[in-house]
């Protein structure tokens, strides 16, 4: 099995809004046991983020830098910003003091009252650009029904895309449930990437025809893009298993050199890992 990346793992040592995924799945959701997954599953790297905390607001990012240390390099930080002035300035300056660890950010559409295209975080894109850092974006669909999906819809990027073409842009979750929008995306632009994060959780009792139907249109928008280049493995940990996310991967209708990329290659030249 190719060594594998995982660009999306939330992680704390509080109880945080990520607990009832974990519990849902089986997880004890602690340092330990991501890591103890990561050896299992031949994972060399992941990238870790922010989760939601109860109170709707964030781990700190200054958090998300101490875990990673704590992990002995195994993960690196992706800082979460807000849309607020503060918080970007914030951000850039965290970043800047720990750039040789800080790789990329990530904006939380849907879970905030703003757009991809907020002048606010001109800044971070201009910091970005200039850096080659990634930003990620949730994309699709929310874990609340309060979420703002006319700001998370894949298609609401394609503005940013246009403007900032030195920009490197995640969509993470593909866009579910919107592949199609993502796949274009990503086919329109050469700085539209796609993650994989968080998709296997769901189905209920068609849980297999859910799984399914997933791989049905990761494949697709892989046709469609004309290759796997651009598409990224995450597993959104505690969200869904490393065993499920990973079991998507391969299920793909897609060559096994197509699979490596996905798994691997292509987050090391992305995140410059």
């Known amino acids: ?30 340092m330990g046991e991501l890591l103890s997954a990561m050896r299992t599953h031949g994972i060399e790297r992941g990238l870790l ?4 905390m109860l109170d709707g607001g964030l781990l700190p990012n200054e958090e998300v830098l101490r875990l990673c240390r704590k992990s002995g390099g195994l993960l690196s930080p992706v800082l979460t910003v807000d849309p607020t002035a503060k918080e970007v300035k914030h951000g850039l300056k965290l970043a800047e003091e720990n750039r040789r660890e800080v790789k990329g950010f990530k904006i939380r559409l849907g879970y905030v009252d703003s757009s991809a295209d907020n002048g606010v975080f001109s800044a971070l894109y201009d910091y970005a650009e200039e850096k080659g850092l990634p930003v990620m974006f949730h994309t699709g ?3 609340t029904s309060t979420g703002r999906l006319t ?13 900032r073409e030195e920009l490197v842009i995640v969509l993470c979750h593909f866009g579910n449930p919107w592949f199609e929008d993502a796949a274009e995306l990503i086919y329109k632009h050469p700085n539209v990437y796609a993650d994989t994060s968080g ?3 769901g189905g209920g009792a068609y849980a297999k025809e859910y799984m399914d ?13 004309g290759g796997a280049e651009k598409i990224l493995f995450g597993t959104d940990y505690p969200v869904t298993t490393h065993s499920n996310a990973l079991a998507l991967v391969k299920s793909l209708a897609v060559t096994a050199k197509d699979k490596e ?3 691997g290659g292509n987050a ?6």
């Not at 793992?9 to 959701?29: C, F, K, P, Q």
């Not at 090391?268 to 890992?273: A, G, I, S, Y």
């Open 261 to 263: 990329k996905i798994l």
């Open 213 to 225: 139907w997933l791989a049905g249109k990761i494949s697709a928008a892989i046709y469609f893009a």
């Open 49 to 52: 983020l922010s989760p939601p």
């Open 1 to 30: 099995m190719p060594r594998v990346v995982d660009v999306h793992i939330h992680l704390s040592e509080r109880e945080d809004g990520l607990v009832r995924y974990a519990r849902m799945n089986g997880l004890g959701y602690d």
């Open 268 to 273: 090391k030249r992305v995140f410059r890992l």
């Open 151 to 163: 700001y998370s819809h894949p298609l609401a990027l394609d503005a940013v895309a246009n403007e």
């Open 141 to 143: 669909d929310t874990a």
């Open 199 to 201: 998709l296997s959780a």
